[in-house]
């Protein structure tokens, strides 16, 4: 059974960092690329970053280039999300997914969500 689990979000103020991780299991991690999307309150799903395997390519969204990015661990079946320069607009709760996807997805496969809420 395909499992994947979010931690790492939080509450925190404009500018600030945080580092989202996604433990998976059930698949061959190393042989399968992965995807964050996030859904703000209200909207749909919004692709943010995908990784290829083992490491590349990468890919982000222009709302998140510059400021996020995506790694992976493949010794440890997770991955990673290191978010800087936080801004209120990315406050939603963040997923990540199994496959490598074009901004359009689709994201059939992914976890239970952590909350990042970035507010002064």
């Known amino acids: 059974e395909v499992q994947l689990v979010e931690s790492g979000g939080g509450l925190v103020q404009p500018g600030e960092s945080l580092r989202l991780s996604c433990a998976a299991s059930?698949?061959?991690?190393?042989?399968?690329?992965m995807t964050w999307v996030r859904q703000a309150p209200g909207k749909g799903l919004e692709w943010v970053s995908s990784i290829g395997r083992p490491n590349f390519p990468r890919s982000y969204a222009a709302s998140v280039k510059g400021r996020f990015t995506i790694s992976r661990d493949n010794a440890k079946n997770t991955l990673f999300l290191q978010m800087s320069s936080l801004k209120a607009e990315d406050t939603a709760v963040y997923y990540c997914a199994k496959g490598f996807t074009s901004s359009s997805g689709p994201w059939p496969v992914r976890g239970q969500g952590t909350q990042v809420t970035v507010s002064s």
């Open positions: 059930g698949f061959t991690f190393s042989d399968t690329g």
